[in-house]
């Protein structure tokens, strides 16, 4: 039986209620949203209800959107269901000043260096992950690069063609 | 539209004065003298091991500049070495990223004096068009560089052409250079004692 993803919602809301919101399908897709205490259980549940068993994680990444105040920082979770060959996408949001979201790397191993990469770029912080350090950028900086916080270029710069780099 | 720049000042390399002509000197029947200087740098452009540290698309143009057809041998570089220890030009080629930094900075300085540098590419000569926060800013922010190649990436006869400069400062070079105060200030301006 290959499971559809209005089976999914299905069964996401019979479990979780109000708490699993923005239901939607883009590109025959399904994505959706928990509060981000939630993270862990959700993902617990797709693992282990039989009949979903979203057991793969094929990627874990973060969204930085400036403008929503109070939920700027978004933590994506790509599950894919091997046995039906069938993928979502599961995010949850954080305030930026807080950026606290329970670790997955209990749940799936693939989550430990994902987790790093994230908090590398993007500095959320998860708690409890076991070793929560910056693994491609230098392990002096000081700031996490792919928020929309900083200039793509550094504009003190002066012994290049501003025109190529967009500074001119 | 912005305008096309060439270099109309293209300064053309004379090949004999590159590859062997003799230092000026003092002939006679069954001898010859002349400067140990000259001597010494005579011998030492003409057998420079390169030690390739290739990490993007310049290497491949390298890989062209050493292969058959233009043939980095004829300059007496035949001998690649893939050793610090061994090697007296490091050719970088290549982004080299501010995480790489610390591991180029560290072959150079496993090199033995006299040693030379060279950056191959726009990349390695100023960050080329990676203006970003992973990529240093061209290896002088790091290690000394005596030649500069252009070019994304530079075709194998601009190499060559930066090899023959190097060879030019090589055979040019005091015996004494290394440790006069001048070089001293020079490392030490990049934190080498």
Same mark, same amino acid.
């Given at each position: 039986?290959?499971?559809?993803?209005?089976?999914?919602?299905?069964?996401?809301?019979?479990?979780?209620?109000?708490?699993?919101?923005?239901?939607?399908?883009?590109?025959?897709?399904?994505?959706?949203?928990?509060?981000?205490?939630?993270?862990?259980?959700?993902?617990?549940?797709?693992?282990?209800?039989?009949?979903?068993?979203?057991?793969?994680?094929?990627?874990?990444?973060?969204?930085?959107?400036?403008?929503?105040?109070?939920?700027?920082?978004?933590?994506?979770?790509?599950?894919?269901?091997?046995?039906?060959?069938?993928?979502?996408?599961?995010?949850?949001?954080?305030?930026?000043?807080?950026?606290?979201?329970?670790?997955?790397?209990?749940?799936?191993?693939?989550?430990?260096?994902?987790?790093?990469?994230?908090?590398?770029?993007?500095?959320?912080?998860?708690?409890?992950?076991?070793?929560?350090?910056?693994?491609?950028?230098?392990?002096?900086?000081?700031?996490?690069?792919?928020?929309?916080?900083?200039?793509?270029?550094?504009?003190?710069?002066?012994?290049?063609?501003?025109?190529?780099?967009?500074?001119? | 539209?912005?305008?096309?720049?060439?270099?109309?000042?293209?300064?053309?390399?004379?090949?004999?004065?590159?590859?062997?002509?003799?230092?000026?000197?003092?002939?006679?029947?069954?001898?010859?003298?002349?400067?140990?200087?000259?001597?010494?740098?005579?011998?030492?452009?003409?057998?420079?091991?390169?030690?390739?540290?290739?990490?993007?698309?310049?290497?491949?143009?390298?890989?062209?500049?050493?292969?058959?057809?233009?043939?980095?041998?004829?300059?007496?570089?035949?001998?690649?070495?893939?050793?610090?220890?061994?090697?007296?030009?490091?050719?970088?080629?290549?982004?080299?990223?501010?995480?790489?930094?610390?591991?180029?900075?560290?072959?150079?300085?496993?090199?033995?004096? %006299?040693?030379? #540098?060279?950056?191959? &590419?726009?990349?390695?000569?100023?960050?080329? /068009?990676? =203006?970003?926060?992973?990529?240093? +800013?061209?290896?002088?922010?790091?290690? %000394?560089?005596? #030649?500069?190649?252009? &070019?994304?990436?530079?075709?194998?006869?601009? /190499?060559? =052409?930066?090899?023959?400069?190097? +060879?030019?400062?090589?055979?040019?070079?005091?015996?004494?250079?290394?440790?006069?105060?001048?070089?001293?200030?020079?490392?030490?301006?990049?934190?080498?004692?």
């Amino acid at each position: 039986m290959a499971i559809t993803n209005s089976y999914i919602q299905e069964k996401l809301t019979e479990k979780f209620g109000e708490q699993v919101t923005n239901f939607e399908e883009t590109y025959g897709m399904l994505s959706f949203e928990s509060p981000k205490e939630l993270n862990l259980k959700v993902l617990q549940f797709l693992y282990d209800e039989p009949t979903l068993s979203f057991q793969f994680m094929t990627d874990l990444t973060a969204v930085h959107y400036p403008n929503q105040t109070g939920r700027e920082l978004a933590v994506v979770y790509h599950m894919h269901n091997l046995v039906e060959n069938v993928r979502l996408r599961f995010k949850v949001y954080t305030d930026i000043s807080t950026p606290d979201v329970f670790t997955a790397s209990k749940l799936f191993e693939a989550a430990n260096w994902m987790e790093r990469e994230t908090f590398d770029f993007f500095g959320i912080n998860f708690v409890g992950h076991p070793n929560l350090k910056r693994v491609l950028n230098v392990d002096e900086m000081d700031y996490f690069p792919l928020r929309k916080e900083y200039p793509l270029e550094d504009q003190t710069r002066i012994d290049k063609d501003d025109e190529m780099f967009g500074r001119g | 539209m912005r305008p096309v720049r060439f270099n109309i000042n293209a300064k053309t390399a004379n090949i004999a004065d590159a590859i062997g002509a003799p230092p000026p000197g003092f002939a006679g029947e069954g001898f010859f003298t002349t400067k140990m200087s000259d001597v010494v740098g005579l011998a030492r452009k003409n057998s420079l091991w390169p030690l390739p540290f290739a990490t993007s698309c310049c290497g491949i143009e390298f890989m062209a500049t050493m292969a058959s057809h233009y043939d980095l041998s004829r300059f007496g570089a035949e001998r690649v070495g893939f050793s610090p220890r061994q090697c007296d030009l490091l050719m970088v080629m290549g982004t080299i990223s501010k995480k790489m930094g610390p591991v180029l900075r560290q072959v150079y300085l496993q090199m033995a004096e %006299p040693r030379w #540098v060279m950056a191959v &590419g726009a990349c390695a000569s100023s960050g080329g /068009i990676f =203006d970003t926060y992973s990529v240093l +800013q061209g290896i002088d922010q790091v290690i %000394p560089v005596d #030649v500069y190649v252009p &070019g994304c990436p530079p075709r194998p006869e601009a /190499i060559i =052409d930066g090899f023959m400069r190097i +060879q030019d400062l090589v055979g040019q070079e005091s015996i004494r250079r290394r440790n006069g105060e001048q070089y001293k200030a020079l490392l030490n301006s990049y934190g080498i004692e």
